[in-house]
Nanobody, 121 residues
Framework: QEQLVESGGGSVQAGGSLRLSCTASQYVFTWCEMGWYRQAPGKEREWVSSIRNGGPASYEDSVKGRFTISRDNDEKTLYLFMTSLKTDGTGVYYC???????????????WGQGTQVTVSS
């Protein structure tokens, strides 16, 4: 089981920005697709964004143009830069890694513990 550790959550007003970080092992950064999910209060966890090693990034439609995912393989850190945050962006954000490769996209084997993001109006 790979260990993923998120940081950077916090409270921000609507329209503000936050940058989330996630550290993981060299194995993860060498071989795995990585991504972010979020879980709003009372809702199921939903996919937000993913990035392959050396490949393109992908985003859930509601965050396109506002969120940017990136990875620094040398620093072994995944980032999610979130701008123009909305109140519906409130939730726990999870870092995840290593797609299982099945029929379901972004179905990851390893997960972090999550970091809380609260967006107030």
């Amino acid at each position: 089981q790979e260990q993923l550790v998120e940081s950077g959550g916090g409270s921000v007003q609507a329209g503000g920005s936050l940058r989330l970080s996630c550290t993981a092992s060299q194995y993860v950064f060498t071989w795995c697709e990585m991504g972010w999910y979020r879980q709003a209060p009372g809702k199921e966890r939903e996919w937000v964004s993913s990035i392959r090693n050396g490949g393109p990034a992908s985003y859930e439609d509601s965050v396109k143009g506002r969120f940017t995912i990136s990875r620094d393989n040398d620093e072994k850190t995944l980032y999610l830069f979130m701008t123009s945050l909305k109140t519906d962006g409130t939730g726990v954000y999870y870092c995840a890694a290593c797609d299982r490769g099945g029929f379901t996209a972004h179905d990851y084997r390893h997960w972090g513990q999550g970091t809380q993001v609260t967006v107030s109006s």
